[in-house]
T-cell receptor, first 115, second 111 residues
């Protein structure tokens, strides 16, 4: 099956610092990747859609200058949370769309805690 | 407005007790309906994609069905390891492959 690797699985950072989360499709190419945020006991909230080689499309209410997304290759997208604050603490999940298919496969998620 | 509603919010079953989870949807042109399983602290795991009314797919103790307005995830003789949150999502034919998610059903199977 299609495997998406997300790293790190958890991170603790100080308020004001930046954190980078990587999302890699290991055995397939993904022209489109998605970044989600999930609060406890809630469903996934789409933050942005990332297409390889172009700028990400952010959902309404998501600050593009705070959540920097780079999709430089068909197998790697990164999310950088800049100047993190405690309210940015959350579970961040990426997914990759299998090229030519409709199914999206998910990474294992990153638990971010900002102290 | 495109929308997905899952019921019940939570379901507790005894091991071996079969049941169904519901996913009702409204979407302007369905490209696909997806079922995922999510364990605590993990990303969703893909289970099924359904594309048209009448379609059914099976995997081990799970069977997913689709009508024009809803989908059911039937679980037969569940085991404790089937405990998880089951998420339903739809993809509109007009979308850039984004998924519209339901809130999920938390399934607990007691031994």
């Amino acid at each position: 099956g299609a495997v998406v690797s997300q790293h790190p699985s958890w991170v603790i950072c100080k308020s004001g610092t930046s954190v980078k989360i990587e999302c890699r499709s290991l055995d397939f190419q993904a022209t489109t990747m998605f970044w989600y945020r999930q609060f406890p006991k809630q469903s996934l909230m789409l933050m942005a859609t990332s297409n390889e080689g172009s700028k990400a499309t952010y959902e309404q209410g998501v600050e593009k200058d705070k959540f920097l997304i780079n999709h430089a290759s068909l197998t790697l997208s990164t999310l950088t949370v800049t100047s993190a604050h405690p309210e940015d603490s959350s579970f961040y999940i990426c997914s990759a769309l299998l090229l030519g298919e409709n199914e999206a496969f998910f990474g294992q998620g990153t638990r971010l805690t900002v102290v | 407005e495109d929308q997905v509603t899952q019921s019940p919010e939570a379901l507790r079953l005894q091991e071996g007790e079969s049941s169904s989870l519901n996913c009702s949807y409204t979407v302007s042109g369905l490209r696909g309906l997806f079922w995922y399983r999510q364990d605590p602290g993990k990303g969703p795991e893909f289970l099924f994609t359904l594309y048209s009314a009448g379609e059914e797919k099976e995997k081990e103790r799970l069977k997913a069905t689709l009508t024009k307005k809803e989908s059911f995830l039937h679980i037969t003789a569940p085991k404790p390891e089937d405990s998880a949150t089951y998420l339903c999502a739809v993809q509109a034919s007009s979308s850039n492959y984004q998924l519209i998610w339901g809130a999920g059903t938390k399934l607990i199977i007691k031994p």
